[in-house]
Every structure is written in C-alpha cells, then in structure tokens.
C-alpha cells in the first residue's frame, strides 16, 4: 500500500513539474518572437525623405612635410551658400594606452566657400564630422 502511494505522488510531481517547465519554455518562445518582431521593426530602413541631408563639405586629404603639422591634414570646403557650424572627432588609428583614443575637436563656423583644416592626422584615422540638421560625415585617412 506505502509504494503505491509513493509512484503515485512521484507520478504526480513529475506531470507537474513537466507542465512547469512546458509553461516556462512556451512563454520563452513567445517573448522572443515578439522581441523579434519588435528588433526588425526597429531595424526597417529609414524612408528617403526621412534620412538628413549631407553635410554641404567637400573634403581633401593633402600629405605635408616639413616644420608644419601632419604628416596629414584634412581641408574641409564648404560648398553650400550659409554657414555650416560642425564639430569632429578624431578616432586615432594608433593611441597610446594611457591616453584617449578619440580627439575631440570643438565647435567651427565655416563660411560659405571656405576651407578648415584639421591637422595632426595619420593613416587610417577616421575623422567623424557633425552638424545639426545634417548626416555626419565620416572620413578615413587613406594610404597615400
């Protein structure tokens, strides 16, 4: 009489332990899909009137040599007919461990039709361009 009792209950626990984990495993299932739902929604693309126009710079790397600050500079032109107020950001290519491995560059006005240049630059930096209104401008230092 005691064993039968004792599978009965060990019966028991196991169809509620297997329902547990059965409830546990299905409400898993459906909270990933619906954070998967919710990522590719996320992730659609951004509709053609929706994205920020480009920042109105053209862009030149000149090598220099000698007493003045290189070995690479970077001359932003700005082409459109206003003012372009833009701050950078140097990501350095090599960086010592102690020190920061961006440069950050302050606020700038560049006049309509002029040049700035942002100095002290080598290969492979990328230089990260901002503005209100506009997409960033992202730059690498290429190879010569």
């Known amino acids: 009489m005691i064993t039968a009792n004792i599978a009965s209950t060990r019966s028991a626990m196991c169809r509620t332990a297997l329902l547990a984990l059965g409830c546990a495993f299905s409400l898993a299932l459906i909270s990933s899909s619906t954070l998967k739902a919710a990522d590719t929604a996320a992730l659609q693309p951004m509709a053609a009137a929706d994205k920020a126009p480009s920042l109105p710079l053209s862009a030149t790397f000149t090598k220099v040599t000698g007493a003045e ?11 459109s007919k206003d003012t372009v107020t833009v701050t950078a950001k140097v990501l350095l290519a090599v960086a010592f461990h102690a020190d920061s491995k961006a440069r950050n560059i302050p606020e700038h006005a560049i006049n309509a039709g002029q040049v700035w240049s942002i100095a002290d630059l080598v290969v492979d930096d990328r230089v990260v361009v901002t503005a209100k209104g506009f997409a960033p401008l992202e730059l690498t230092v290429p190879k010569s």
């Open 69 to 79: 600050k290189g070995p690479y500079v970077l001359n932003l032109k700005n082409d």
